[in-house]
């Protein structure tokens, strides 16, 4: 099967430019997130999609940053204004939920990251 | 804020040993899973171990959970130069209708040959 599909794989712009970045999910996959992961860190989730509603976005820097999925696939997460503190590989996810309850879960698929550097 | 925090920061082994890494997390789970990240690359999940298993293993891979201690740990048996990688826990926690999943700071393996 497919993986998790992203792009760009790199970007540089410099800051107060806009830049976005586009995620195509596993076919099938309810959950999706975007994670943002600093040089050196873990990855810290930005966003999180349940089909093409919104479940969590409490670290999401809403004045800058903004994301949405389209008919509940394909996704795309902009930052505009940048700043030099965004340049960070930004990770999409996606997971197959099969219903309720927390056994539903299993695995969190990874793309391969776009590398954002803001100068 | 992130959910687990994974101890050592950083491990250097020789090929053949074994290597353990610890992860602790703050609150109630679902699962708790292991995830290794080359360098440049996305994250590739390893293993999942469910809130009532005290046990799993996966090849050269052996994970325990401790709910009480609110604790994980992750063993390669045999480590091999392919294993040098960064490793991360996840905490799945679920509401009603959806769950969160969450990852500690990680710990960057080397193994030399």
Partial sequence: EAGVAQSPRYKIIEKRQSVAFWCNPISGHATLYWYQQILGQGPKLLIQFQNNGVVDD????????SAERLKGVDSTLKIQPAK????AVYLCASSLDRGQGGSRFTEAFFGQGTRLTVV | SQ?????????????GENATMNCSYKTSINNLQWYRQNSGRGLVHLILIRSNE??????RLRVTLDTSKKSSSLLITASRAADTASYFCATYM??????????????QVVVTP
């Fill in chain 2, 54 to 59: 005290r046990e799993k293993h996966s090849g």
């Fill in chain 1, 58 to 65: 409490s670290q999401l820097p809403k004045d800058r940053f």
């Fill in chain 2, 94 to 107: 679920t509401t009603d209708s959806w769950g969160k999943l969450q990852f500690g700071a990680g710990t």
């Fill in chain 1, 84 to 87: 030099l503190e965004d340049s």
């Fill in chain 2, 3 to 15: 959910q687990g925090e994974e101890d050592p920061q950083a491990l250097s082994i020789q090929e």
